[in-house]
């Protein structure tokens, strides 16, 4: 398995803001994974970050709110664009090595 | 639209006795099924792999598949209060595929071991 870091850990955030969360992986991997888990909630993929490609988002996500970069094979950012309440939900970084494993997760709250 | 069901619960056991987890899927053309465990307040954590119609033991842990009927268990065999978490049933949205990192999820079994 890969060691993923992502920071922030958690925040709180004001409705309307942007935050911009980071994930680091201590190997190179061709994809990496953002996942959503809102409260009560089970996970739900938003988009596969490839090195040097757009981000691929599944149905339901767009750029436009979810803004994804990978600039090299260990990092990735996730924006989460114009916050609202709705938006409150631990986000959680994933990485492929052998089968899927995840980040400690970026819990957000939006007031 | 590929779907993933398991019992809410929760399902409460006494410590020693097996935890049985269910789960159905949709697509018939999954290949792949994943059991994760999730404490509250931390990341899933993958406990068992299964790819292959019959049984799958690792330690405590047996993990089921029968594809016809398109159902996949986990035994927790000697549960112990330290099992007590939610466990998350997933399936690799990519039918056939070999990545595996594009799941779909189920809601997750709340598991209770009392002493």
């Known amino acids: 398995s890969a060691v993923i870091s992502q920071k922030p850990s958690r925040d709180i955030c004001q409705r309307g803001t942007s935050l911009t969360i980071q994930c680091q992986v201590d190997s190179q991997v061709t994809m990496m994974f953002w996942y959503r888990q809102q409260p009560g909630q089970s996970l739900t993929l938003i988009a596969t970050a490839n090195q040097g490609s757009e981000a691929t988002y599944e149905s339901g996500f767009v750029i436009d709110k979810f803004p994804i970069s990978r600039p090299n094979l260990t990092f990735s950012t996730l924006t989460v664009s114009n916050m609202s309440p709705e938006d409150s939900s631990i986000y959680l970084c994933s990485v492929v090595t052998g089968e899927l494993f995840f980040g400690e997760g970026s819990r957000l709250t939006v007031l | 639209q590929k779907e993933v069901e398991q019992n809410s619960g929760p399902l409460s056991v006494p410590e020693g006795a097996i935890a049985s987890l269910n789960c159905t899927y949709s697509?018939?053309?999954?290949?792949?099924f994943f059991w994760y465990r999730q404490y509250s307040g931390k990341s899933p954590e993958l406990i068992m792999s299964?790819?292959?119609?019959g049984d799958k033991e690792d330690g405590r842990f047996t993990a089921q598949l029968n594809k016809a009927s398109q159902y996949v268990s986990l035994l927790i065999r000697d549960s112990q209060p330290s099992d007590s978490a939610t466990y998350l049933c997933?399936?690799?949205?990519?039918?056939?595929?070999?990545?595996?990192?594009?799941?779909?999820f189920g809601q997750g079994t709340i598991l209770t071991v009392h002493p």
């Open positions: 697509d018939r053309g999954s290949q792949s």
């Open positions: 997933a399936v690799n949205q990519d039918a056939g595929g070999t990545s595996y990192g594009k799941l779909t």
């Open positions: 299964i790819y292959s119609n």
